[in-house]
């Protein structure tokens, strides 16, 4: 009889962590059985799409404690969301509780505080996922009680999000998989007159795009041979609402940013939109741009190895694993524009070298992110838990 397995998914809005858990929920459900749970929107419309046994709620209760997740001055008004979230998700494992979960599976740190509530039910082993590096000097002593208590294992997808475990004995890392649909090599392709740089995930103020435009904006004030594909969609379309939580601190106005760069019209810049075929984005790049403040690589990195397709990113704290600077790619502080541009004029200059970074990007690929070896340490932690 297969393993039951119920994953918590907090984001409604599909991206990095809804694709990551996706790939281990379509190669492992022959072996295991999976129930997820996550709020409307487009996540829940695609575990749907691909059959995958899903129920859909307003909210899922949670409590941001990654670098990026700071509850300050009006901020702390996103607690009193959860609390209003709370009945509902309630509601919902009551609903589920005539089931028998074998292990309950938290997507992200941020879902700790609600594992007591998840055992009430369930009575089952829990475990965690580590996306995005946890500040632990803001960890709550509740949220830490909590983990020790009822949090069995912990999964980090690198040695970056491993290096800020809440508990590093409890923690394994597995990284982050990308099965391709068709085999897409950029080196084995004629090198062209225009250097395609892309940009791919939700279009808002943590992802740093601001600092990538302002780098198109000098690029352009010269004739250049730089072409920029943007994929994503905006995280809050609704203006009105934006503005009320910009004025109140809780997340900055992108959208305002956003409309003031297409508004100049860069015939080299074009915004796709959401991506869904993503072989056809990755096969007209040659270089990844993520210029994120999250101070984490981004999936879109990831996949792009997989293509032989090198990086720039943005880290504070580089870790060598998942990406190799000078090697793989280039490793930049966020808001180094100098350094920007060095790299980018660099690249379109010297074509051969794109080469060179993306077989190395794809061996590295191969190495860390290989499938079947990391198939198979997370089904020993489905079995052992």
Known sequence: MKKKIL???????????????????????????????????????????????????????????????????FRKLLILRELLYLPIFIYVL???SKKKYDLVHLNDTNLIMIAPILKFFFKSKIICHIRTRV?????????????????????????STFSTSIETKKSTIIYNIFNQKKKIYKNKKKIKTTLTIGFLGTLDFHKGLDFLFECINKINKKKNNFKFLIGGDLSIKNNFLLKIIHKLKIKK?????????????????????????????????????????????????IESSSFGIPSIVCLKNYFNDTIQDKKTGYVIKFGD??????????????RFKINILGRNAKKNFDLKHNTNINLKKLTDIYLKT
């Open 7 to 73: 994953i918590i998914q907090h984001h409604g809005k599909f991206g990095g962590a809804s694709k990551s858990i996706f790939e281990y929920v379509f190669n492992l459900r022959g072996d295991f059985s999976f129930d997820i749970i996550c709020p409307y929107g487009s996540t829940y419309n695609f575990f749907k799409k691909n059959k995958v046994n899903v129920f859909k709620t307003a909210g899922i209760p949670k409590y941001d404690i990654t670098e990026i997740g700071l509850y300050k001055g």
């Open 94 to 96: 009551f609903l589920l």
């Open 135 to 159: 500040d632990k000097k803001r960890v709550p002593k509740l949220i830490t009680l909590i983990s020790k208590k009822f949090i069995d294992k912990y999964i980090c997808i690198d040695q």
């Open 253 to 301: 106005n992108f959208n305002k940013v956003f409309h003031d760069f297409k508004n100049k019209d860069y015939k080299n810049v074009e915004f796709l939109g959401p991506v869904e075929n993503l072989e056809n984005f990755y096969s007209q790049i040659d270089l990844m741009c993520f210029p994120s403040r999250m101070n984490a690589l981004g999936r879109p990195v």
């Open 337 to 350: 524009k100098k350094k920007l541009l060095k790299f980018m004029y660099f690249l379109e200059k010297n």
